[in-house]
């Protein structure tokens, strides 16, 4: 039979064992806390840097776009003034080449009529 001594010994070994396991069960508890609130703060930091990029990256976005807008308001009226300028330069070259098309037709018909007398003429010497 076991002596009391002997039962006495298991159920201290039995106490010690089940005391080492509640503390290693609150430790384990204790770390796990410690690794949710640390998951947690970085969580929060990793929103918060995220916020802040992402209102930079609207800010530089919305100067560039103003940027550009100014860029191509500037280019479109530099545009138009060079497409005014040149359909003057057009419209001056082409009333000067009306005019001088306009004389070139003045002076051949002049010639086509002296010439069209010069030839009834010889028609009507021949003739007589």
Do not use: N, P, W
């Not at 396991?21 to 998951?39: E, G, N, R, T």
């Not at 100014?70 to 330069?89: F, I, L, R, Y």
């Not at 009333?95 to 009834?120: I, N, P």
């Amino acid at each position: 039979m076991l002596s009391i001594q002997t039962i006495r010994g298991i159920h201290m070994k039995l106490r010690l064992v089940s005391l080492l396991l509640a503390v290693l069960a609150f430790s384990a508890l204790a770390l796990a806390q410690d690794v949710k609130a640390d998951v947690d703060k970085t969580a929060k930091d990793t929103a918060k840097a995220t916020k802040k990029a992402a209102k930079k990256t609207a800010d530089v976005t919305k100067k560039a776009a103003t940027k550009t807008a100014d860029a191509t308001e500037d280019t479109a009226k530099k545009a138009g003034h060079a497409t005014k300028e040149a359909a003057v330069k057009t419209e001056d070259a082409t009333e000067s080449a009306a005019k001088k098309t306009g004389h070139a037709v003045k002076k051949g018909t002049k010639k086509t009529v002296d010439k069209t007398k010069e030839g009834a003429e010889k028609t009507k010497d021949a003739v007589k």
